[in-house]
C-alpha cells in the first residue's frame, strides 16, 4: 500500500537470511510516484488462508528507480533490494545467487522463471535469447504479477542460483534485470521504513 491509495502485488525472492531481491516497481506506485509504506510479505502464498508463513514486521528497502509521479515506467534500473528486520530465511530457506558471468555463459542458457500469477506460484522453463549488459531476454511465459521474480538455472556446482530479476514482458521477448554487484549491494535510494 501506498500514501496514494493503491495497492498491489508483486514477487521477491529471498538471497539471504533477512535478504530479498524484487524488481523496483514492486516497490512503488508508478503512476503516482509514492513508495510502498506497508507490505506484507508472503511465502508460499496460495489464498489469504493457505500459506506458508507471513512477515509484516518492519523492512528497509533501496531501489535503482525512484519512478517519479507522471515519468512511467521504464526498465531502466528496475532492481531493488528489501532488508526484513527479522530472519525470515531461516524458515523459508533462500536462493543463491550468481552475478558477473560472461555473456557466453548465459546466452541459450536454459533458465526457469517463477513468480505470482493469478494469486498462485507458477514457473515456465526455456532459454535465454539474447542480452545486453543490463538485461536478459527470453520467449518463457510470464505476467505482470511474476515482477521480481528470479531468473534461476542450474549452475555448474549443482546448486540452483538466480542470476536476474523479471521486470516487463512485451510483444517481442520477456526482459530480466541481470543480477551485479551493484544490484547486490543495492544502496541506491532509499524507501522509509514507515512500520
Wanted: net charge negative.
Amino acid at each position: 500500500y501506498a500514501d496514494c491509495g493503491c495497492s498491489w502485488q508483486g514477487t521477491g525472492f529471498m538471497i539471504g537470511r533477512n535478504r530479498m531481491l524484487t524488481a523496483a516497481h514492486c516497490l512503488v506506485c508508478t503512476d503516482h510516484g509514492k513508495w510502498a509504506h506497508t507490505i506484507d510479505f508472503y511465502f508460499g502464498y496460495k489464498n489469504p488462508k493457505n500459506y506458508y508463513c507471513r512477515y509484516n514486521g518492519t523492512w528497509r528497502a533501496w531501489a535503482g528507480n525512484i519512478y517519479k509521479s507522471g515519468s512511467g515506467y521504464s526498465t531502466a534500473d528496475d532492481y531493488g533490494c528489501i532488508t526484513l528486520d527479522a530472519n525470515v530465511g531461516d524458515v523459508t530457506g533462500w536462493i543463491g545467487y550468481r552475478y558477473g558471468m560472461p555473456d557466453k555463459d548465459l546466452l541459450l542458457k536454459f533458465v526457469t522463471v517463477a513468480g505470482y500469477r493469478d494469486g498462485m506460484l507458477k514457473y515456465d522453463t526455456g532459454w535465454i535469447q539474447c542480452l545486453d549488459q543490463s538485461f536478459v531476454f527470453y520467449d518463457i511465459d510470464h505476467v505482470s504479477g511474476n515482477s521480481g521474480g528470479p531468473v534461476f538455472f542450474l549452475d555448474t556446482d549443482g546448486d540452483y542460483k538466480a542470476g536476474a530479476i523479471i521486470i516487463a514482458e512485451n510483444n517481442i521477448h520477456n526482459i530480466a534485470f541481470r543480477l551485479s554487484s551493484m544490484v547486490i549491494n543495492s544502496f541506491d535510494i532509499e524507501i522509509k521504513n514507515v512500520k
